[in-house]
């Protein structure tokens, strides 16, 4: 028997979130309180052991002034111990040196600076101070930069020091990235508990209750998963702020509850959620497919292969549904209509038969994460010369937000590396610039094989899902042959319909709608509205 294997709709984070990529700082790439230090000047800045060394001393005060450049080397010299300051002067030397290279917009060494802070946890004077710094460094960094987490390296406590009207917005902000935390730890509960603690004018509302939702789906809790895409939907529609992308955002929200509905088998309110999902919209074809399976389950041939006439349309060349003509050969095959199941098959082993081997060997010319990168970058800027057969399958598997996310994280590292050689000579020279160009480089590193990883595991996930498909494919030639001799399961003749369902199941006319017989010709205006009549066999 050929069953949807749904489980991979419901993997929350696996879904959802690979779509998103980002899936946190990218929605709202604004810093939650971009010009506010709350610890520069603070009356509760640690204090120091003995007088500054007269570096540092000059430091705090071009620093004070803005002159960053120059704070920053003499901070640097503090650091490595040049000056013989006290260890706690060197650790404000060092604290000082992260908020430098920030406002330098040396953003990735300034994380750096930061994450030793972090790894030094509460033994730093100014473990607690940092905090601030790496939720303005989330709005500034891609998610590749897994500023998430450093932030989950602090317990919740920590935040409290944020929860006042002063920094009520960073405090928001702080309680989505915990959450973020939590959520990627899987303590689904931790996780929903800071996300539901977000205001609703925070700019992370709507991040935090989409996260939330998710939460409950990993947790198995449907009916609170279907409350939060709900309140995503109201405060999309209500204008809430903060949203880079509302109509897509609505999307998304919009496929989760069809996901969420389908898998506690409510397929009426699954297919209303996926017909929100605009014809315009990036994941319409997405929909359009997985409704189709609501659509066979409900025994409404005409509309499942009306869908899947829809994806196969020439408008759409370079969509990758596979999937979609082992479902139609499902259907026949549910009618008793053997021949023409049959006949599907051998359309799929056409079409996709010996292109698993293809992919294959086209994967062996990159031996190495980097290599592999390359052809990610060279196929996002269309320079990879794919041949037309390939192109499909490659683009869809290179197409999800985090790969995208990490090309993006890589291209910041290299804007940064452009602002360093922009610098002055002596800067440049110096033991900070030193330290500038070291931390891009192994970040980039590490940016480049990670990418590298990324798509190198969609594409091979994409070559296992297809063979995976022509598994079932000759699973039901197997079943065709076993209902021609008589043999079929009594599970399989209980999936086959009655006469009375396949009449009930004829396209009509009515007010709204009118027949016309197709002819071979596509109307972009009716796609999606395709419907095509099957007549059951069986019982003759």
Same mark, same amino acid.
């Given at each position: 028997?050929?069953?949807?294997?749904?489980?991979?709709?419901?993997?929350?984070?696996?879904?959802?979130?690979?779509?998103?990529?980002?899936?946190?700082?990218?929605?709202?790439?604004?810093?939650?309180?971009?010009?506010?230090?709350?610890?520069?000047?603070?009356?509760?800045?640690?204090?120091?052991?003995?007088?500054?060394?007269?570096?540092?001393?000059?430091?705090?005060? @071009? !620093?004070?002034?803005?002159? $960053? /450049?120059? %704070?920053?080397?003499? *901070?640097?010299?503090? #650091? =490595?111990?040049? &000056?013989?300051?006290?260890?706690?002067?060197?650790?404000?030397?060092?604290?000082?040196?992260?908020?430098? @290279? !920030?406002?330098?917009?040396? $953003? /990735?060494? %300034?994380?750096?600076? *930061?994450?030793?802070? #972090? =790894?030094?946890? &509460?033994?730093?004077?100014?473990?607690?101070?940092?905090?601030?710094?790496?939720?303005?460094?989330?709005?500034?960094?891609?998610?590749?930069?897994?500023?998430?987490?450093?932030?989950?390296?602090?317990?919740?406590?920590?935040?409290?020091?944020?929860?006042?009207?002063?920094?009520?917005?960073?405090?928001?902000?702080?309680?989505?990235?915990?959450?973020?935390?939590?959520?990627?730890?899987?303590?689904?509960?931790?996780?929903?508990?800071?996300?539901?603690?977000?205001?609703?004018?925070?700019?992370?509302?709507?991040?935090?209750?989409?996260?939330?939702?998710?939460?409950?789906?990993?947790?198995?809790?449907?009916?609170?998963?279907?409350?939060?895409?709900?309140?995503?939907?109201?405060?999309?529609?209500?204008?809430?702020?903060?949203?880079?992308?509302?109509?897509?955002?609505?999307?998304?929200?919009?496929?989760?509850?069809?996901?969420?509905?389908?898998?506690?088998?409510?397929?009426?309110?699954?297919?209303?959620?996926?017909?929100?999902?605009?014809?315009?919209?990036?994941?319409?074809?997405?929909?359009?497919?997985?409704?189709?399976?609501?659509?066979?389950?409900?025994?409404?041939?005409?509309?499942?292969?009306?869908?899947?006439?829809?994806?196969?349309?020439?408008?759409?060349?370079?969509?990758?549904?596979?999937?979609?003509?082992?479902?139609?050969?499902?259907?026949?095959?549910?009618?008793?209509?053997?021949?023409?199941?049959?006949?599907?098959?051998?359309?799929?082993?056409?079409?996709?038969?010996?292109?698993?081997?293809?992919?294959?060997?086209?994967?062996?010319?990159?031996?190495?994460?980097?290599?592999?990168?390359?052809?990610?970058?060279?196929?996002?800027?269309?320079?990879?010369?794919?041949?037309?057969?390939?192109?499909?399958?490659?683009?869809?598997?290179?197409?999800?937000?985090?790969?995208?996310?990490?090309?993006?994280?890589?291209?910041?590292?290299?804007?940064?590396?452009?602002?360093?050689?922009?610098?002055?000579?002596?800067?440049?020279?110096?033991?900070?610039?030193?330290?500038?160009?070291?931390?891009?480089?192994?970040?980039?590193?590490?940016?480049?094989?990670?990418?590298?990883?990324?798509?190198?595991?969609?594409?091979?996930?994409?070559?296992?899902?297809?063979?995976?498909?022509?598994?079932?494919?000759?699973?039901?030639?197997?079943?065709?042959?076993?209902?021609?001799?008589?043999?079929?399961?009594?599970?399989?003749?209980?999936?086959?319909?009655?006469?009375?369902?396949?009449?009930?199941?004829?396209?009509?006319?009515?007010?709204?709608?009118?027949?016309?017989?197709?002819?071979?010709?596509?109307?972009?205006?009716?796609?999606?509205?395709?419907?095509?009549?099957?007549?059951?066999?069986?019982?003759?």
């Amino acid at each position: 028997m050929v069953r949807r294997r749904i489980s991979k709709w419901l993997a929350g984070a696996g879904t959802t979130a690979m779509i998103l990529g980002l899936t946190g700082s990218a929605w709202a790439q604004q810093p939650a309180q971009p010009n506010m230090d709350f610890t520069q000047g603070s009356a509760d800045a640690p204090p120091a052991e003995g007088p500054p060394s007269e570096a540092l001393a000059n430091a705090l005060r @071009l !620093y004070q002034q803005e002159r $960053y /450049q120059e %704070a920053s080397v003499q *901070f640097q010299r503090v #650091v =490595e111990g040049e &000056t013989q300051d006290a260890p706690a002067n060197q650790q404000k030397a060092q604290f000082h040196l992260g908020k430098s @290279l !920030y406002h330098l917009g040396f $953003y /990735q060494s %300034a994380l750096a600076v *930061f994450d030793e802070i #972090v =790894e030094r946890g &509460t033994s730093h004077l100014y473990f607690n101070a940092t905090l601030q710094w790496l939720a303005q460094l989330a709005s500034q960094l891609p998610e590749p930069a897994d500023i998430v987490r450093r932030v989950g390296r602090y317990p919740t406590t920590a935040l409290q020091q944020f929860n006042n009207n002063e920094s009520r917005g960073l405090y928001n902000q702080l309680l989505y990235l915990m959450g973020r935390s939590k959520y990627r730890d899987g303590a689904y509960d931790e996780a929903i508990a800071l996300f539901r603690q977000v205001q609703r004018q925070s700019p992370y509302y709507v991040q935090a209750k989409f996260f939330e939702g998710i939460s409950h789906v990993n947790a198995r809790r449907s009916q609170p998963g279907v409350e939060a895409f709900n309140e995503v939907l109201h405060a999309i529609e209500e204008g809430v702020e903060g949203i880079e992308d509302e109509e897509r955002m609505a999307d998304l929200a919009w496929l989760e509850l069809a996901r969420l509905y389908y898998s506690t088998r409510h397929y009426e309110s699954a297919i209303d959620s996926w017909n929100h999902v605009d014809v315009d919209s990036e994941y319409w074809l997405d929909a359009l497919f997985e409704e189709s399976w609501a659509y066979f389950l409900q025994q409404d041939y005409p509309r499942a292969l009306g869908n899947i006439h829809t994806l196969f349309s020439p408008y759409f060349t370079n969509g990758w549904y596979p999937e979609a003509m082992v479902l139609k050969s499902v259907i026949l095959f549910s009618n008793c209509r053997y021949d023409e199941a049959e006949e599907v098959v051998a359309q799929f082993n056409e079409r996709f038969g010996d292109l698993r081997p293809e992919i294959e060997r086209y994967l062996q010319q990159y031996q190495d994460d980097p290599s592999f990168f390359q052809f990610l970058k060279n196929v996002r800027e269309g320079h990879a010369n794919l041949p037309n057969r390939l192109r499909p399958v490659v683009e869809t598997a290179f197409g999800d937000r985090t790969l995208l996310r990490n090309l993006e994280y890589v291209a910041q590292l290299e804007s940064e590396e452009r602002r360093h050689n922009g610098m002055p000579a002596a800067f440049r020279n110096s033991s900070v610039g030193a330290r500038i160009i070291q931390d891009i480089s192994v970040a980039k590193s590490f940016a480049i094989e990670n990418a590298g990883t990324l798509a190198r595991g969609r594409y091979t996930r994409a070559v296992e899902e297809l063979g995976d498909l022509q598994n079932q494919a000759t699973a039901i030639l197997i079943e065709i042959l076993n209902a021609r001799r008589g043999q079929l399961s009594q599970e399989m003749q209980q999936q086959q319909v009655s006469v009375d369902v396949a009449r009930a199941n004829r396209v009509t006319a009515d007010e709204e709608h009118n027949l016309w017989p197709f002819n071979g010709e596509y109307w972009r205006d009716e796609l999606g509205f395709y419907r095509q009549q099957v007549v059951s066999r069986c019982g003759r």
